[in-house]
């Protein structure tokens, strides 16, 4: 009688699972390996997870069960790898134009890949005490302000700058738009105060020199003021001088 014997082959399953769960990322993976040969287990890179989980899970350094890798000396061999959503820093920063100088304390929050983010800058009367109603926003650089977490770190620049304001004055004969003098046009700082006012008769151009005059009639914004906003429009009319007798 001959007994033919043979050497047993190990199992070595490998399983991919959300952290704390049982639910997959990826299929198992099933090997056979010889006794008293060495054994590999592997994580997967997102790239290669299911579709559902793709770029948004990641290997979070955590395994349970046997060891990842070692010499085969039993039958059975289960591995379990665990994977979580990864998170995003996303810091923002609130600068006057050109510097770094902060006129508000820096954002920072994580957010979830695959999640949506989203960043503002900030109202004056939000800006610190010595920027309030004298700052404004102007431009901001570095990533997008808004937009859904696929990197390990975000940084967003808000800037603030003065804000100015055009005040445009007109001088029109009454009753019409035809220009007895060019416009003024004066750039002020907000929080400033402007002053406009009309001409001499002698100071009109040709053919309205010294035979036109102010006639007292405005319209349009304030003659003059502290600057709100940032455009304003006076208009002066001018009617024709009467003759001396």
């Given at each position: 009688v001959i007994y033919y014997y043979e050497i047993p082959k190990a199992t070595v399953v490998t399983h991919h699972y959300i952290s704390g769960t049982t639910t997959k990322v990826h299929d198992d993976d099933r090997e056979e390996f010889d006794y008293n040969t060495e054994y590999n287990t592997r994580t997967y890179a997102t790239a290669d997870l299911c579709e559902t989980y793709q770029n948004k899970y990641f290997y979070i350094e955590y395994h349970t069960g046997d060891a990842p890798s070692g010499v085969v000396n039993k039958s059975n061999y289960e591995v379990n790898y665990y994977y979580n959503v990864k998170e995003s820093t996303i810091l923002v920063h609130h600068y006057?134009?050109?510097?770094?100088?902060?006129?508000?304390?820096?954002q920072q929050f994580t957010k979830r890949y695959g999640e949506d983010y989203q960043t503002s800058y900030f109202e004056t009367d939000e800006l610190e005490y010595e920027y309030r109603d004298k700052y404004f926003f102007n431009s901001s650089e570095g990533d997008a302000r808004t937009g859904v977490v696929n990197k390990a770190n975000y940084e967003i620049i808000y800037y603030y700058g003065v804000q100015n304001a055009t005040i445009t004055v007109h001088h029109y004969l009454e009753g019409t738009t035809t220009k007895v003098h060019e416009d003024d046009v004066i750039s002020k700082m907000f929080f400033e105060s402007y002053s406009t006012s009309p001409y001499n008769p002698g100071d009109l151009v040709s053919p309205y020199t010294s035979k036109y005059y102010y006639n007292n009639?405005?319209?349009?914004?304030?003659?003059?003021?502290?600057?709100?906003?940032?455009?304003?429009?006076?208009?002066?009319?001018?009617e024709l001088r009467e003759a001396d007798l």
């Open positions: 006057i134009k050109n510097t770094t100088t902060p006129v508000h304390a820096d009639k405005y319209s349009g914004d304030s003659r003059s003021g502290i600057v709100g906003k940032t455009s304003y429009e006076v208009i002066y009319y001018y």
